[in-house]
């Protein structure tokens, strides 16, 4: 199985390109899914955060992020305490996923993982795909789609490794600074890359 990363900053247009990837025939695997899915009631990954952090499932059975929210903001012991729970789950998930694919006869596949590279996850991929945008770009993106005004956008912005740096890690950009119509072939093109791998 040829595994290759997706990543970008926020409102860079990760989705858009992963919906493009998939059009084409890619399978891609989102890491934001599967991070959910892992927490969902009834999982072990539920059943430990409950342990840990006591009250933070709701009465209806399901994680309440606003309440793990409170225990781990601000708090960096308490979030590590989390990603030590969550991280091997998401991990097992995934790499059943792959499994499932390849029983498929599929042999190549797509990872959209937001934080591949503040992760250190880039170095175990094929190849990665940073899906880039100048920063005022994205700024003014993020600021329509979420309804933020000027100063809420660059603290979220603030809060994220720099697209200029994540490109560093590229072995594909993505420039998604124009139309949707002016990012497609460049899609198309890095599809054609990952499927020549192998
Ligand atoms: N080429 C483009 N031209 C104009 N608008 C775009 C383009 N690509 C994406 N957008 C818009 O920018 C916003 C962010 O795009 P998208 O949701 O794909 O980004 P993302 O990287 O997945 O964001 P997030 O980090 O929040 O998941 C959306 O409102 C989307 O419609
Ligand atoms: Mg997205």
Do not use: C
């Amino acid at each position: 199985m040829h595994v290759f990363g997706l990543t970008g900053g926020i409102a860079s247009g990760k989705s858009t390109v992963s919906r493009m990837l998939r059009e084409l025939g890619a399978r891609v695997l989102d890491a934001d899914v599967i991070a959910r899915e892992v927490v969902e009631p009834g999982t072990p990954g539920l059943q430990s955060i409950r342990e840990r952090f006591p009250g933070v499932v709701g009465p209806d059975g399901r994680l309440d992020r606003v309440k793990l929210g409170a225990h781990i903001f601000a708090d960096p012991a308490e979030r590590a305490a989390l990603n030590a729970i969550v991280h091997p789950q998401v991990r097992a998930a995934f790499l059943e996923k792959l499994a499932a694919l390849e029983a498929e006869g599929i042999t190549h596949a797509v990872y959209d993982v937001p934080l591949l590279i503040e992760t250190g996850l880039h170095a175990a991929m094929e190849g990665v795909a940073v899906v880039w945008v100048p920063r005022e770009v994205q700024k003014a993106r993020l600021m329509v789609r979420d309804g933020l005004d000027a100063q809420a956008a660059e603290a979220r912005l603030a809060a994220q490794l720099s697209l200029d740096d994540k490109r560093q890690h590229a072995t594909w950009v993505i420039d998604n600074s124009g139309a949707p119509e002016a990012t497609r072939p460049q899609v198309e093109a890095v599809w054609r890359a990952m499927l020549a791998h192998g």
